[in-house]
């Protein structure tokens, strides 16, 4: 049986970030494939709220981490962590995550997280998709580190 990574959909290609730009990265597809995986697509922001959509940020606030839109400062945690819950339930052999850098779904390490006045307080959070993969304990790395590996 192939081993099997979870990629962000952008960095295969797919249309699906915030503002309708592409973000593809064919090397990453192609270490991972050269590595011997098979790849699992997901965005879990694309699926939940379609694309193009407002920007989101991670927002600490009195009830914990929030994927808070930038402007309208909608709520969207709920539906990408039952995205995430579902995506891992379907998909139980992912043995790598590969997660979209400072995303804050599926940055691994390098989310950015706000407090609710917009000031900066860390560079080095975990999205929400990426953090179930971490409760999972699912091997991840951030898009920008996997050359390093």
Avoid: H
Avoid at 102 to 128: F, M, Q, W
Wanted: hydrophobic letters at 40%; glycine letters at 6%.
């Amino acid at each position: 049986m192939a081993k099997r990574a979870a990629l962000s959909a952008c960095l295969a290609g797919r249309n699906c970030r915030y503002n309708g730009e592409l973000k593809a990265d064919p090397e990453v597809v192609e270490k991972l494939e050269e590595s011997g995986y098979e790849i699992a697509l997901f965005c879990p922001e694309d699926s939940c709220f379609g694309t193009p959509r407002e920007a989101m940020d991670l927002v600490l606030t009195d009830e914990g981490v929030k994927a808070l839109t930038k402007f309208s400062k909608e709520d969207r945690s709920a539906p990408i962590a039952e995205y995430a819950a579902k995506f891992f339930d379907e998909n139980p052999d992912i043995e790598l995550f590969v997660g979209k850098a400072r995303s804050p779904s599926c940055g691994v390490r390098t989310a950015l997280l706000y407090d609710e006045a917009g000031n900066l307080i860390s560079e080095k959070e975990a999205g929400i998709m990426a953090a179930e993969a971490g409760a999972r304990n699912i091997e991840a790395v951030d898009d920008e580190d996997l050359s390093l590996r």
